[in-house]
T-cell receptor, first 113, second 112 residues
Framework: EAGVAQSPRYKIIEKRQSVAFWCNPI?????LYWYQQILGQGPKLLIQ????????DSQLPKDRFSAERLKGVDSTLKIQPAKLEDSAVYLC???????????FGPGTRLTVL | GQNIDQPTEMTATEGAIVQINCTYQ??????LFWYQQHAGEAPTFLSY????GLEEKGRFSSFLSRSKGYSYLLLKELQMKDSASYLC?????????????FGTGTLLAVQP
């Protein structure tokens, strides 16, 4: 089966600019996660979707970050405006319903200058 | 609160055995996961323990003690390709959410 797809793989922007990331989960995986992984740290959950509904966004900086999963499949994560400290790898993962095993995409490496 | 501790770095020799420890404190425990992450790549699933004891999968084994909040990942017959970061993650169930909380990872360097 095809894995989790993400694009772009790399993005360089200046601070205060906007950026969007796209994720397509594994077919049939109802749960989708966005993580932020800063260099040298483990992934930190930003938001979790169950189908097209948000079930956990407690660590999402809502003043600048937003995410949507309108049709319960693809998802986009947006940062507006970006700050230097947003430089990180943004990982998308998906899982089957009621399963803890998550499958990760290749990630988008964001550099904010 | 929730806390996961694992060593930052470890070094081992090709062909040897290495044990990576992880301690955790969490509510709503729903399993202990180990992921492998090579530099510049996404994490990949290695193992899952929900009951106490040892789970063996080829060269990799994982152990869990829920009463002690402790797990370890054992890698045998080390190969150079095992050089990677190993992430300990706790499954956390709370109401409608079923999520993973990751440690900072242990960077393992395998030397010839």
């Amino acid at each position: 089966e095809a894995g989790v797809a993400q694009s772009p793989r790399y993005k360089i922007i200046e601070k205060r600019q906007s950026v969007a990331f796209w994720c397509n989960p594994i077919s049939g995986h109802a749960t989708l996660y966005w993580y932020q992984q800063i260099l040298g740290q483990g992934p930190k959950l930003l938001i979790q979707f169950q189908n097209n509904g948000v079930v956990d966004d407690s660590q999402l900086p809502k003043d600048r970050f937003s995410a949507e999963r309108l049709k319960g499949v693809d998802s986009t994560l947006k940062i507006q405006p970006a700050k230097l400290e947003d430089s990180a790898v943004y990982l998308c993962a998906s899982s089957r319903p009621f399963s803890n095993e998550q499958f990760f995409g290749p990630g988008t490496r964001l550099t904010v200058l | 609160g929730q806390n996961i501790d694992q060593p930052t770095e470890m070094t081992a020799t090709e062909g040897a055995i290495v044990q990576i420890n992880c301690t955790y404190q969490t509510s709503g425990f729903n399993g202990l996961f180990w992921y492998q992450q090579h530099a510049g790549e996404a994490p990949t699933f290695l193992s899952y323990n929900v009951l106490d004891g040892l789970e063996e999968k080829g060269r990799f084994s994982s152990f869990l003690s829920r009463s002690k909040g402790y797990s370890y990942l054992l890698l045998k017959e080390l190969q150079m390709k095992d050089s990677a970061s190993y992430l300990c993650a706790v499954g956390n169930y709370g109401g409608a959410t079923n999520k993973l909380i990751f440690g900072t990872g242990t960077l393992l360097a395998v030397q010839p």
